[in-house]
């Protein structure tokens, strides 16, 4: 293989991988759980998207989102011509936040 060839593969290869991370600034940003995700597709040009099921923060917020995309994924794009678009999608709930109260005033 030339070394012309070998440098277009490899472009190819690692021009796909996508990474888009939002985090809450401060403690808010602190997450209190391990990372749960899915892949979720985008149809239609983004007509029909799916939506994440994120039941395990019971309550809480998010802490953070990350997205990301892979070689793969971008090859079904293309493949399709944009009709299906997966990308995996993660989340981490934030901590709980205390409930304010009284400090035993009386």
């Not at 759980?33 to 019971?58: A, I």
Request: hydrophobic fraction near 40%; aromatic fraction near 4%.
């Amino acid at each position: 293989m030339s070394k012309r060839a070998a440098a277009l593969l490899c472009l190819g290869l690692s021009s796909a991988c996508a990474h888009y991370r939002v985090q809450a600034p401060g403690a808010a940003g602190a997450s209190a759980t391990e990372p749960q995700g899915e892949v979720l597709w985008s149809l239609g040009w983004g007509l029909v998207q799916e939506r994440p099921r994120v039941d395990n923060c019971q309550g809480q917020a998010l802490a953070e989102v990350t997205q990301s995309t892979n070689v793969g994924f971008a090859l079904i794009g293309v493949l399709t011509l944009g009709l299906a678009m997966p990308q995996r999608v993660e989340w981490r709930c934030a901590k709980a936040q205390p409930t304010p109260g009284d400090l035993g005033v009386r």
